[in-house]
């Protein structure tokens, strides 16, 4: 039998939901209160204590202000006082030379450069149709002034910086050859020249690819595919790769896990732990690959997006990781964001785990085939040639291990080894596409 509810009770129950609701609302409008005042409280003990400061200095200071550095200073100041080790601030100008070299393009000279044990700057490469290649450069040149300031006063980072610059100024070098001799002075003007990220060839008398993977931008896997299908188009066989990625401090997070995706079959690549700890899954793989045996050649140097390449060959059972034990920086940085005045900053916002979910940060990757490089070849390291380098010399041997062209066999952990068959075995086709689909839907900085 239904029962009828009386006016009077409909009215309390009524009530009762609104105050529970009232209740319910003050409590997380008096939560937001707080944390907002709270924020308001520490903001305002910040902008005071710089407004102190900046009171007094502006009153008796002896020397002068320039604002924009103070600035700078005071932004970069805040990113460090984060505690972020792999925190950056970028100046209006740092940013942009940032944007130029994610697309391939910088505007300097047109050298890169080392810090000599003489003290100098060392040009060990002079890119193609660049100022530098124009004014008559070489590699193995010395920079033994910039203008007037002596190059052995100043850090790497001081050269490259004075070799960059807008397009259209110019800066003056002084310069000896090789031996030291011939000293003289040039003047070159900045422009934008490219700067391609992936070098690459098959050297006389092998079947093996070589490339050389300077940084990971928006080029690199169009600039690795033209050069696989410029060989097929030219009949030039390739039954195994070794992949350089030595002294590569990674580049782009993302265009490296797009070159993933073109050399791996399907797959998670990579996911983001986030600070909840939840994982968010940042990029899979088709089902198209390149079937070719892989060695990825890696150093201390190897960083980054680098060492994440260099774990997904491996984990993705493509083949070998031969050097030294990477860097080990698996943290994940936000894009930059871009401030008011044209500058920005960048702070870490999770940690990169790899296909198989294991983070390398702080450990780096260990190589399945140790070959590292005496004191004397570190010395003479930017001299040696894809024929007479130590290391690329191994990664070649470990090629011909996998494909079975020699019997010297790479000392392997049972969990890391893959036959040569699953990597793909010699004669094979560079890419492969998943049954049904089209083949055509597939798919230090220069200075």
């Not at 870490?348 to 590292?372: C, Q």
Request: negative net charge; aromatic residues 8%.
């Amino acid at each position: 039998m239904n029962k009828k509810i009386t006016v009077n009770l409909a009215v309390a129950i009524a009530i009762i939901a609104m105050t529970v609701t009232f209740v319910v609302t003050m409590i997380l409008s008096m939560q937001l209160f707080n944390r907002t005042v709270s924020g308001v409280r520490e903001k305002e003990i910040m902008y005071n204590k710089l407004s102190e400061m900046d009171k007094s200095a502006r009153e008796n200071y002896y020397g002068e202000i320039v604002d924009d550095t103070l600035y700078d200073y005071i932004a970069a100041g805040y990113v460090t006082g984060m505690g972020d080790k792999d925190a950056r601030y970028y100046t209006a100008k740092q940013y942009l030379e940032y944007l130029n070299q994610q697309n391939g393009v910088v505007m300097g000279v047109g050298a890169d450069v080392i810090k000599d044990a003489n003290g100098y700057a060392r040009i060990v490469k002079v890119y193609p149709n660049s100022p530098a290649e124009e004014s008559g450069l070489q590699k193995n040149f010395y920079i033994t002034k910039v203008g007037e300031l002596d190059v052995k006063t100043l850090s790497l980072s001081q050269v490259n910086s004075q070799l960059l610059g807008e397009s259209g100024t110019s800066v003056l070098l002084t310069v000896v050859n090789a031996t030291g001799e011939d000293e003289h002075t040039v003047e070159i003007q900045r422009r934008e020249f490219d700067v391609p990220s992936v070098e690459g060839q098959v050297p006389e008398g092998t079947t093996t690819a070589y490339f050389w993977i300077n940084a990971f931008n928006s080029k690199t896997v169009d600039e690795l595919k033209a050069y696989f299908e410029r060989w097929q188009e030219e009949g030039v066989a390739v039954d195994g790769v070794v992949f350089d990625v030595r002294n590569n401090t990674g580049g782009n997070l993302t265009n490296a896990m797009h070159v993933i995706d073109y050399l791996c079959p399907v797959g998670p690549i990579a996911s983001q732990q986030n600070k909840d700890g939840t994982v968010t899954t940042l990029e899979t793989s088709d089902a198209s690959e390149v079937e070719l045996p892989m060695v990825v050649l890696v150093n201390g140097n190897t960083s980054y997006a680098a060492e994440l390449f260099a774990t997904s060959i491996r984990e993705f059972e493509k083949g070998r990781v031969v050097g030294t034990r990477t860097a080990g920086k698996g943290t994940i940085q936000c894009r930059p964001v871009a401030l008011s005045d044209g500058s920005a900053f960048s702070y870490t916002v999770g940690l990169l785990l790899s296909k198989n979910g294991a983070t390398f940060n702080g450990t780096g990757i260990s190589p399945d085939v140790e070959a590292s490089l005496s004191a004397e070849e570190e010395a003479n390291f930017y001299n040696f040639t894809v024929d007479t380098d130590p290391q690329i010399l191994r990664a070649f041997e470990v090629v011909d291990t996998l494909t079975g062209r020699n019997d010297i066999q790479a000392s392997l952990e049972p969990s890391q080894s893959s036959s040569a068959s699953e990597a793909g075995g010699a004669g094979s086709s560079l890419q492969s596409e998943p049954a049904g689909t089209d083949a055509s839907s597939a798919a230090e900085p220069a200075a």
